[in-house]
T-cell receptor, first 114, second 114 residues
Framework: GQQVMQIPQYQHVQEGEDFTTYCNSS?????IQWYKQRPGGHPVFLIQ?????EVKKQKRLTFQFGEAKKNSSLHITATQTTDVGTYFC??????????????FGQGTILTVHP | GAVVSQHPSWVICKSGTSVKIECRSL??????MFWYRQFPKQSLMLMAT?????????EQGVEKDKFLINHASLTLSTLTVTSAHPEDSSFYIC??????????FGPGTRLTVL
């Protein structure tokens, strides 16, 4: 079945350093979504990428969708303590009975040391 | 943005009892809702898809008789964990689809079974 792999599992950075998490799917995706989950909280939608090679920015966050639509990355420039949390990528499941279903990556837990 | 609520936010129960968790879409109608469970520092695992007006569809390995799902209206889905045991202790999160590919998560319910 479809697998979505995410690396690294953990990342510890000093405040001000950059951070990147990578997401790879075993199948081609129609789109990829990114979520952030703060400690003790629930996933919050960050962005969706649809086009091959698409790059989107949200302030210090840069999201990229690979040309083959099987991989994606999230890069945070100059991390802040407010960036702490787990970042998940998620891709829609293929198949006619899979409307809306998402396959989540394992997540990258980001810790930012002040 | 769209709001999804869950009740209760946390519950502690004795082994053998049943627990009902409610998921509501507050400002939109959701024909489809999803139920996930999440163990500490792990990803979200889809348990089932809740469809208004029809039976829920369960993911492989999820016991439908143990996790009863009822989608009574376009704004409410309930998950009942029947005869709960300590291994059912987890963070249960629902999500609702407003439009295709736009999924909003509830705040989650932390279940502890003693």
């Amino acid at each position: 079945g479809q697998q979505v792999m995410q690396i690294p599992q953990y990342q510890h950075v000093q405040e001000g350093e950059d951070f990147t998490t990578y997401c790879n799917s075993s199948t081609t995706l129609s789109n990829i979504q990114w979520y952030k989950q703060r400690p003790g909280g629930h996933p919050v939608f960050l962005i969706q990428l649809v086009k091959s090679g698409e790059v989107k920015k949200q302030k210090r966050l840069t999201f990229q969708f690979g040309e083959a639509k099987k991989n994606s990355s999230l890069h945070i420039t100059a991390t802040q303590t407010t960036d702490v949390g787990t970042y998940f990528c998620a891709g829609p499941r293929a198949g006619g009975t899979s409307y809306g279903k998402l396959t989540f990556g394992q997540g990258t837990i980001l810790t930012v040391h002040p | 943005g769209a709001v999804v609520s869950q009740h209760p936010s946390w519950v502690i129960c004795k082994s053998g009892t049943s627990v009902k968790i409610e998921c509501r879409s507050l400002d939109f109608q959701a024909t489809t809702m999803f139920w996930y469970r999440q163990f500490p520092k792990q990803s979200l695992m889809l348990m089932a898809t809740s469809n208004e007006g029809s039976k829920a569809t369960y993911e492989q390995g999820v016991e439908k008789d143990k996790f009863l799902i009822n989608h009574a209206s376009l704004t409410l889905s309930t998950l009942t964990v029947t005869s709960a045991h300590p291994e059912d202790s987890s963070f249960y999160i629902c999500s609702a689809i407003r439009v295709v590919n736009e999924q909003f998560f509830g705040p989650g319910t932390r279940l502890t079974v003693l």
